[in-house]
């Protein structure tokens, strides 16, 4: 029996190798072996990218030169015909010739090049030889240019892959006609080409479409619907085509979906109870669309999904609880919606939860303390909703929590410091934004990883003790608490070398234990120590320091040069303190430096200079200081200046009308200084193309008003249609260890009007305003100023102004403030001004004017205190008639107003007052806000508006 068996396998392992040598006699043949051999010769192999294995180091002539023997190299058996070349992966590297010898194996039915890299040169021209091919994947291979027509006639291919070609994009002009004849496709993968054109409608047809991934190729139009009824589509990638909108079919999907992708679309509508039907769905993202009306039930149903990712949508109402049957899912991304419910009990049966994000919701429920089910739970972001209570103790049994963020939710109560410890993987905790504190004894201080902790308004009183334990901190946020006392040297004890951000700003501190001012960080780029009671000398910004803001204290003393040795600085705001002596002229050679704010001190002698070329500051803030002299020269090396504050302070210079040469300045103030002599008393060319804000008040300056100036503000003269507010900002760049910190910092500035200092914490990119009062100038207001088309407020008043006043001026639509009062101006009020409908505050008393006062809309509601000491004026409100007749009669509600139009003086609110008929808007102007009966509800429902507007 034994020996039988033997036998038996003896003659097989025979026959079987009599099989084997009667096939392999088809050796490859010597076209296609050379053909190999040459494209090896003609391209490189270098270790780049996603290489793995260099296939083409085996291939060689030597010896038996099988090519069908060679790494990714596959022969029919019985032609002995190169069929098969997978090089993907092989550190190919190199421009692909134009004439490549891959266009002579004509035989081949699969080509994969993907993860190489071809130097973004063309896919080269030929493919057409190549008609058997049946899978062509040129896929992660930096291929660049327009993809070759003849592609488009290999009617045998079942699946092409060009994507991910990233960096210089490939494109394709006509995709219609590209994919009309390769009907049989079952993958088509095009992600990141650009198309630039809708999707073609005869995809519709492509019945045998498994895979359809068009991500990023700038689709736009809409998604037929005919797409989700493709009978066999399983996956569809849609994703960052901002451009592209599209429908969840209603009544019915066709496709076996299992992967639907639509990110980062113009996708709307509601999410239809039909996509319960998706049984096969495993996984939908869908985030950054459009998607409103609330979560359907039915998605309960999708007992395969494993990733549902629908953020930054319009979705509300509950979720449903449903979604407990869920039980795959193992990234449930939610935030950035209005989801509301007040129970997250459901949550606890999913419990293969990797990530959990719901933040930024309604939600209003406690934490369930059944949370501790979530034994995978890695990241879990619950930030922003309306929970409230306390934080369940079992929270910290979830050991494998990396992210545990829960900063604003209301949240109260004492945390044991020793349960933050009991979480060995935590890097990241937030709990800003609640009302806690935490014990004060602690024991198990062992080694943590958290390096980053936000505490930022949480109502603390002192410094928690454990942070003085965590050895890998990197990040510290107790910003807006009630902190008192000294900053105790415990706080930068074991870890001084991981800080790189400490904020401590808006505490109630007052000064350093011992009074250190030697801060001893020596990685740290970010402190923030503003706005406490610090009073102190200026501690010496630790040496890596990029942004150190102090502002807001009660420092004294002097800036020490040694200061100048911080070299790193980008950001230095000392502004509001009571620092006194010279500013170190050192600091105008700071090379990075783009933020300097010295304003509200005692600084005394020059404004130092900059040295050539190394200047990139685009803010310099040095207002209510005691500097004298002229303003230096050197500023204009600084090209990138958008913001020059010199106001309150003794300046002795004529105007820098060489500041015209920086492109970008928006906001000149040099408003109560001793500047003086005309402003354009010389020929130079004139040009503030950027120009917002001009403050000149409060000065000497005498001549004529500057007409060359006033004529190059080209920003002031085209009113933007930006449908959002956007601040006037800088947003400098602070490197923090793994990420790179962009810190929004927005301009504010103070206007004067009226003897009223109006403060402007923001200042919105669409404020205009020219301010020249209290000087000495003389002649016309020049007819031109009409030009200046989105002024929001002008004021020449106490000047030696003569004439008459322009009827240009009714052309700046949107002025809310006009103020003329204290000149010789003579003649009647164009009866024009009347068409002003944001004018809000309007001033000509103290003149010579005469006539009538015009009236209707806005001018019916100013006092008659804007026209006071005006011998010849009459009409209401003035007690004076008119001798002929009464004033003039409304003008004719002709023009039309725009209700998005905003008002800018005060920028969190939107004020509509309802006139008879005509609505129009009026600003919030320096607030003056008047409110009558009939306005009140209306002010009630914009007020609603702007909430909505500011989300
Ligand atoms: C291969 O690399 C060499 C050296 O970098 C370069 O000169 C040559 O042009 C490359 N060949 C191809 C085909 O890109
Ligand atoms: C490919 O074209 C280049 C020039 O364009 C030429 O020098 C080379 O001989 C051609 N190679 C083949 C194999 O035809
Ligand atoms: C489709 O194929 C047919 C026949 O092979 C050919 O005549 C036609 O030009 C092709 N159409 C396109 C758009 O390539
Ligand atoms: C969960 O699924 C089961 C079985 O399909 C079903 O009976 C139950 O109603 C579902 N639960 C919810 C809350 O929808
Ligand atoms: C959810 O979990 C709870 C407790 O773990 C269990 O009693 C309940 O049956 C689960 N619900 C479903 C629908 O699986």
Redesign the pocket.
């Known amino acids: 029996m034994a020996a039988l068996s033997l036998y038996l396998l003896l003659s097989w392992v025979f026959l079987l190798s009599l099989f084997r040598t009667g096939f392999a006699e088809a050796l490859c043949h010597e076209d296609e072996s050379s053909a190999l051999m040459e494209f090896k010769r003609r391209i490189n192999t270098t270790d780049v990218g996603q290489c793995i294995n260099p296939k083409v180091h085996s291939w060689s002539l030597d010896g038996s030169g099988d090519c069908c023997s060679w790494g990714g190299v596959e022969c029919d058996e019985v032609t002995g015909r190169v069929i098969t070349l997978d090089l993907s992966s092989s550190c190919l590297s190199g421009t692909m010739s134009p004439n490549t010898t891959l266009f002579r194996l004509v035989h081949l039915e699969s080509l994969n090049l993907a993860f190489n890299s071809f130097d973004f040169s063309p896919i080269p021209y030929g493919f057409s030889n190549l008609s058997r091919l049946q899978y062509l994947n040129l896929s992660f291979s930096d291929f660049s240019g327009e993809i070759p027509h003849d592609i488009s006639q290999l009617s045998e291919l079942i699946s092409l892959d060009l994507s991910y070609n990233r960096g210089e994009l490939l494109h394709l002009p006509n995709m219609g006609d590209f994919v009309h004849n390769l009907t049989g496709l079952k993958k088509l993968d095009l992600s990141f080409v650009n198309l630039s054109s809708s999707l073609p409608p005869i995809l519709a047809n492509f019945s045998s479409l498994t895979l359809l991934g068009l991500s990023s190729c700038g689709l736009n139009g809409e998604l037929p619907v005919s797409i989700f009824q493709l009978p066999n589509l399983e996956v569809l990638d849609v994703v960052g085509n901002s451009n592209l909108s599209g429908f969840f079919p209603k009544p019915h999907w066709g496709s076996p979906l299992k992967y639907l992708y639509l990110s980062s679309t113009n996708f709307s509508g509601e999410i239809p109870t039909s996509i319960g039907n998706l049984s096969l769905l495993n996984e939908l993202k869908a985030g950054n669309c459009y998607f409103s009306g609330s979560l359907p039930?039915s998605m309960?149903n999708l007992s395969h999904l494993t990733m549902l990712d629908l953020p930054k949508n319009n979705l509300q109402g509950q979720i449903p609880?449903?979604f407990?049957?869920l039980t795959q899912l193992s990234k449930l991304r939610l935030y950035s919606n209005n989801l509301s419910g007040d129970t997250l009990e459901w949550i606890v049966n999913l419990t293969k939860l990797t990530d959990l994000d719901i933040a930024d919701n309604q939600l209003s429920s406690g934490l369930p303390s059944s949370f501790e089910n979530l034994k995978q739970l890695r990241i879990l972001y619950l930030s922003h909703n309306k929970l409230h209570g306390n934080i369940p103790s079992t929270l910290w049994n979830l050991k494998n929590l990396q992210f545990l963020i829960l900063g604003s939710l209301n949240l109260n109560g004492t945390l044991d410091a020793n349960d933050l410890f009991k979480l060995k993987n935590l890097e990241d905790l937030r709990l800003s934004h609640n009302n806690i504190s935490f014990t004060k004894t602690f024991i198990n201080a062992t080694s943590s990883k958290l390096a980053y902790l936000h505490l930022d308004s949480c109502n603390l009183t002192e410094f928690p003790q454990f942070i003085g334990y965590l050895s890998k901190l990197v990040v510290l946020g107790l910003s807006h608490n009630k902190i008192q006392g000294t900053i105790p040297r415990w706080i930068w004890n074991n870890r001084k070398e991981s800080l790189y951000l400490v904020d401590l700003s808006n505490n109630l501190l007052t000064g350093f234990e011992n009074n250190q001012t030697n801060l001893p960080f020596p990685n740290l780029k970010y402190l923030d120590i503003s706005s406490n009671l610090l009073k102190t000398i200026l501690p010496i910004p630790p040496p890596l320091v990029e942004l150190y803001n102090i502002s807001n204290n009660f420092l004294f003393g002097e800036i020490p040069t040694s200061i100048c040795e911080v070299s790193s600085l980008v950001v230095l705001d000392l502004s509001n303190n009571a620092l006194n002596g010279k500013i170190p002229p050192c600091l105008g050679s700071i090379g990075p430096l783009t933020l300097l704010n010295l304003a509200r001190n005692k600084f005394h002698g020059m404004i130092p200079r900059v040295y050539p070329n190394s200047c990139t500051l685009k803010m310099i803030d040095l207002k209510e200081n005691r500097l004298r002299g002229i303003v230096p020269r050197s500023l204009e090396n600084c090209r990138m200046l958008e913001y020059l504050n010199l106001g309150d302070n003794q300046i002795n210079d004529t105007f820098p009308f060489w500041l015209s040469k920086l492109a970008y300045l928006n906001i000149i103030v040099l408003q109560s200084n001793k500047f003086h002599g005309p402003i354009e008393g010389h020929l130079s060319q004139l040009n503030f193309t950027s120009l917002h804000i001009l403050d000149l008040s409060n000065n000497s300056f005498n001549g004529k008003l500057p007409s060359k100036l006033l004529g190059s503000c080209h920003a002031m003269k085209v009113i933007d249609g930006q449908d959002k507010l956007a601040y006037m900002s800088i947003s400098p760049l602070i490197n923090i260890t793994y990420m790179i910190v962009g810190v929004k910092m927005t301009y504010a500035m103070t206007l004067m009007n009226k003897g009223t200092e109006r403060k402007y914490e923001k200042i919105s990119t669409i404020l205009m305003a020219i301010d020249l009062s209290c000087n000495k100038f003389e002649g016309f207001i020049p007819e031109l100023i009409g030009d200046l088309k989105s002024l929001r407020m002008l004021n020449l008043s106490h000047n030696f102004l003569t004439g008459s006043i322009p009827p240009s001026l009714a052309n700046l639509a949107v002025l809310e403030s006009l103020d003329l009062s204290l000149n010789n101006l003579v003649g009647e009020i164009p009866q024009q001004l009347a068409s002003l409908t944001f004018l809000e505050v309007f001033d000509v008393s103290h003149n010579q004017l005469s006539g009538p006062i015009p009236r209707g809309t806005q001018f019916d509601t100013f006092g008659s205190s804007s026209f006071a000491m005006n011998e010849g004026l009459c009409g209401s409100p003035l007690p004076n008639k008119c001798t002929n007749g009464d004033n003039t009669p409304p003008p004719p509600s002709s023009f039309k107003v725009d209700h998005e139009e905003e008002s800018l003086f005060d920028l969190d609110w939107k004020i509509m007052l309802a006139g008879t008929g005509v609505g129009f808007l009026v600003g919030v102007v320096l607030g003056n806000l008047i409110i009558d009966e009939k306005s009140r509800w209306f002010l009630h429902s914009s007020k609603r508006m702007a909430k909505g507007w500011n989300r």
Do not use: A, T
Request: no cysteine; hydrophobic share 35%; glycine share 16%.
């Open positions: 039930s309960g609880v449903s407990v049957n």
